[in-house]
């Protein structure tokens, strides 16, 4: 029995030295391939530590605070260091078996956030699913990895040049050529971990010191990958389970299926509370819209700026008057509940007023709005003067603001006030106790004959002289004003008086207008009937 134990320990000991013999050799082997046990590279290494570590000593930590991102963690702002040093001494810039390809782009040229980075991706996978090349999305919350692939797709090493793209001139998400190149430099600067599974190729960023620029860049480390997969896959790591929660709540990729019925040729029209106030471009959130709106909208065509957070004010406009002309053709939304958004003063009024959309029959179904609520008789008004000339005109004067005033007028219904006359204007205005006897005795007449009619006081009746020497009265803002040289005749001054009391049923030629004269002279040639029979 103990010579079974003797065996066994010997077989035992021979195994072990053979697997420690076999790894320091297989370590050796690694040294050899990156050039670390090369008799040239032993024999400078004292001279390069010495003339690259102490001779620059000062250089590399002034390079040090000046590259190294301070919006990373203090332990990647370390690594940072470490690998800057290492950098700058030569050392673990080769890599074995891959290529590496330095991107003359500083860390910190954006500041992008999480969402804003991993958009980026989302972006140019779902531009790959409409292509045809499936997406798929999986988060691990437990390891905190977020994977983003598409099958069929893959990435070319064209594609790392700044600039390059190629979806310019498409309709698709991104046409700078600059998106997921900035997104990993950002996600990098987070202190977030990326790998790209790229077919038979895995690409690995990071932050590394550059020889020929002599600071900090982005690098792609590109490697063989040892089980190919025909798909592009993106795999960001310390993507917590709330990080996630927010990401996928920015993103309307899962929910096509319960927007489908509010989905046009242009966009979708969000109308329900969770999305009022914001705005999507192809399904991804870019912003809230600025001031107050009623919906939210996801658009199709929109103009953005290459920061993916800025629309332009008159493509946005123009967008919007598109989705909510669609939405009333197609029934999706109501005449009445868009009316009733522009009158509570939501912001889409402006969007209408200032967007172009040719064909657009909102204009027509808004004066039918306005009609309906408020009769044929009504006209909308902007001001307290626009509304006593309405008032004069027998119509019924409605307080709206420029914006839907002007969309009514397109629709064909508009007031339109008279051109001030400057000629109604006077140069000289009179006392009662500045007129001549004659002049107060029939001014008193003719208020006397017209009280019995209407109420009329001698203190609501000015004398004037008007700019014109053919104006002989002005009725305005409901005083009375009659020209002196007409009170020299007494019945120019009746008939003058009767005529401006007149327009408080209307103004000149209208019918309130010309009844309003023929009862009140009606009345006074009565009254003075009476008069001569009691004689």
């Given at each position: 029995m103990s010579m079974v134990w003797a065996v066994l320990f010997v077989v035992l000991k021979i195994v072990s030295v053979i697997l420690l013999v076999g790894s320091v050799a297989i370590y050796f082997v690694y040294l050899w391939d990156v050039g670390a046990l090369r008799f040239s590279y032993l024999l400078n290494l004292p001279r390069r530590l010495w003339s690259r570590g102490y001779v620059h000593g000062r250089q590399i930590y002034k390079k040090i605070s000046s590259h190294i991102p301070t919006r990373a963690s203090v332990f990647t702002r370390i690594i940072f260091a470490f690998k800057m040093i290492l950098g700058k001494l030569g050392i673990g810039t080769v890599r074995p078996g891959g290529d590496r390809i330095e991107l003359s782009l500083a860390p910190d040229y954006v500041g992008w956030d999480i969402w804003a980075s991993i958009r980026e991706f989302f972006q140019n996978a779902k531009d790959a699913d409409d292509l045809g090349m499936a997406m798929s999305v999986v988060h691990d919350p437990a390891a905190q990895l977020l994977t983003i692939a598409n099958q069929g797709a893959r990435l070319e090493r064209s594609t790392l040049v700044l600039g390059s793209?190629?979806?310019?001139?498409?309709?698709?998400?991104?046409?700078?050529?600059?998106?997921?190149?900035?997104?990993?430099?950002?996600?990098?600067?987070?202190?977030?971990?990326?790998?790209?599974?790229?077919w038979d190729e895995i690409w690995t960023p990071s932050i590394e010191w550059s020889a020929v620029y002599e600071t900090m860049v982005m690098v792609i480390n590109i490697k063989p990958s040892i089980l190919p997969t025909p798909q592009l896959g993106i795999v960001v790591d310390k993507v917590s389970a709330i990080d996630y929660k927010n990401i996928s709540s920015k993103l309307l990729f899962d929910k096509e299926g319960v927007l489908a019925a509010q989905t046009m040729a242009d966009g979708i029209l969000l109308t329900d509370k969770q999305y009022v106030g914001k705005l999507y471009v192809k399904g991804i959130y870019i912003n809230e819209l600025p001031g107050m709106f009623k919906f939210g909208y996801d658009l199709f065509r929109l103009k953005i700026n290459r920061d993916r957070s800025l629309a332009d004010p008159w493509s946005l406009d123009a967008e919007i008057h598109k989705i909510l002309n669609a939405a009333l053709v197609l029934k999706i939304l109501t005449a009445?509940?868009?009316?009733?958004?522009?009158?509570?003063?939501?912001?889409?009024?402006?969007?209408?007023?200032?967007?172009?959309?040719?064909?657009?029959?909102?204009?027509?179904?808004?004066?039918?709005?306005?009609?309906?609520?408020?009769?044929?008789?009504?006209?909308?008004?902007?001001?307290?003067?626009?509304?006593?000339?309405?008032?004069?005109?027998?119509?019924?004067?409605?307080?709206?603001?420029?914006?839907?005033?002007?969309?009514?007028?397109?629709?064909?219904?508009?007031?339109?006030?008279?051109?001030?006359?400057?000629?109604?204007?006077?140069?000289?205005t009179y006392n009662h106790n500045e007129l001549t006897n004659l002049e107060l005795n029939n001014l008193k007449t003719a208020v006397s004959f017209v009280n019995q009619v209407e109420r009329t006081k001698l203190s609501e009746v000015g004398v004037v002289d008007f700019n014109s020497k053919t104006v002989a009265g002005l009725w305005k803002g409901?005083?009375?004003?009659?020209?002196?040289?007409?009170?020299?005749?007494?019945?120019?001054?009746?008939?003058?008086?009767?005529?401006?009391?007149?327009?408080?049923?209307?103004?000149?030629?209208?019918?309130?207008?010309?009844?309003?004269?023929?009862?009140?002279?009606?009345?006074?040639?009565?009254?003075?009937?009476?008069?001569?029979?009691?004689?």
């Open positions: 793209t190629s979806k310019r001139g498409t309709e698709q998400r991104g046409k700078f050529g600059e998106g997921y190149k900035l997104a990993l430099a950002s996600l990098l600067q987070l202190g977030h971990k990326i790998t790209i599974h790229n009445k509940n868009l009316f009733e958004a522009f009158e509570e003063g939501f912001d889409e009024l402006q969007a209408i007023k200032d967007g172009n959309c040719l064909g657009s029959v909102i204009p027509q179904l808004m004066v039918a709005e306005f009609t309906a609520k408020y009769r044929e008789t009504a006209v909308p008004v902007g001001s307290q003067t626009d509304s006593s000339y309405a008032q004069m005109r027998a119509l019924k004067p409605i307080f709206c603001s420029q914006a839907l005033i002007k969309i009514l007028a397109r629709g064909g219904l508009s007031f339109v006030r008279p051109p001030e006359n400057k000629e109604l204007d006077f140069s000289k409901g005083k009375i004003y009659l020209s002196r040289k007409t009170l020299s005749s007494k019945t120019d001054t009746v008939s003058t008086l009767v005529h401006e009391v007149g327009h408080h049923w209307g103004d000149d030629g209208s019918i309130g207008h010309r009844s309003a004269c023929e009862r009140i002279f009606s009345k006074i040639i009565c009254n003075l009937a009476k008069d001569l029979e009691s004689v």
